[in-house]
């Protein structure tokens, strides 16, 4: 019996229109256009604006694109799954909204928290579902829309973060393309260095918390930074030797896009040159779960069939993982 393995066929993102630069940052924070490009890379964020706005607008946006690329009726997809840290709201999940938004009225959905590596957790997950015969659709997302919980007061966060969404189409293939390995990892012990400090469960929100602004994402910096770089490339390096791949069998690395220093300390590790390494952190900066999607939707007329990519991220949790795929389609 063949072995069924999930292919990606498809691939839609969308950024929202306002631009925030550096520039712009200096009249908020005490910061500078040069501090933030030499530390981070980043040199403007997307952010999205007006009221009622959520994660759900943009992920929709991009779920919509995705079908009408792919010639895919709405009514065809069996399963939504969106990776973010920003739901519209505790409940219903996110994707519950966009299939409503999308006409995926057949469709089940449901959302994933894995911070910057819910994509490959999402994407996994879904893999998942495609290898065991029961769903031939299945619609990934990731998706964040990270200005809902930055701090614009706090000038070593307020820097990082921009809002987008990405999706993908997950479908059955038998050849030797697709989704070919996954090493996925967490540890709970990361969670003091980035995370809400209320909002949840533990500390609900009440006058105190709000005043106190517990509300936005909290960072120690130079922590993070070291776990980042050492468990991205590590597990990076994991999915490679696990599949006797070198440096040069790799088409693309398609890491997270975080920080430069981070993707580049990843890129050696894996002994692959910068020309190999996607990249767009300079005009989005860091998207969380979108970040990944992103690079592949803007990277994806430079993809041939059969590419090996090897897609990274690490994220609060912590979270980190690889995910090696051969990419299934040559440019449309």
């Not at 924070?29 to 943009?58: A, C, F, H, P, Y």
């Not at 991009?62 to 409940?91: N, S, W, Y």
């Not at 996994?124 to 495609?130: D, R, T, V």
Request: proline fraction near 4%; charged fraction near 20%; glycine fraction near 10%.
């Amino acid at each position: 019996m063949e072995q069924i393995r999930a292919m990606i066929t498809g691939i839609e993102g969308y950024v929202p229109e306002y631009r925030l630069t550096n520039k712009e940052l200096e009249t908020l924070v005490d910061t500078n256009d040069e501090w933030i490009t030499s530390r981070t890379g980043i040199k403007e964020r997307r952010i999205l604006k007006g009221e009622n706005q959520g994660t759900s607008v943009m992920a929709a946006e991009a779920v919509k694109g995705l079908l009408k690329k792919t010639g895919t009726d709405p009514l065809d997809i069996e399963v939504i799954i969106c990776a973010t840290v920003t739901p519209d709201m505790p409940f219903p999940a996110t994707a519950n909204i966009v299939a409503d938004l999308v006409g995926a009225k057949k469709s089940f959905s449901f959302d994933i928290g894995a911070a910057c590596s819910g994509f490959l957790y999402a994407l996994h997950l879904g893999a998942q579902f495609i290898q065991a015969g029961t769903y031939k659709k299945v619609v990934v997302i990731g998706a964040d829309k990270m200005s809902s919980i930055v701090d614009y007061q706090d000038r070593t966060t307020c820097i990082l973060f921009g809002d987008a969404a990405g999706a993908v189409l997950l479908e059955p293939t038998t050849e030797k393309i697709g989704i070919m390995d996954a090493i996925l990892k967490s540890d709970g012990a990361g969670a003091p260095y980035l995370h809400m400090k209320a909002g949840g469960s533990r500390k609900p929100a009440s006058v105190e918390t709000v005043q106190a602004r517990e509300h936005f994402a909290y960072q120690e910096g130079s922590t993070v930074f070291k776990f980042a770089v050492t468990n991205m490339a590590d597990v990076s390096a994991e999915v490679m030797e696990r599949n006797g791949l070198k440096g040069d069998d790799i088409a693309w690395l398609v890491p997270h896009q975080a920080n430069k220093r981070i993707i580049d300390a990843t890129a050696n590790r894996m002994g692959v040159g910068p020309e190999k390494v996607m990249m767009n952190i300079e005009r989005y900066g860091n998207t969380t779960a979108a970040t990944i999607p992103l690079c592949l939707w803007e990277y994806e007329n430079q993809l041939q069939k059969g590419d090996n990519l090897v897609l990274a991220a690490f994220g609060g949790g912590f979270t980190w993982g690889a995910i090696y795929l051969k990419w299934a389609y040559n440019p449309k």
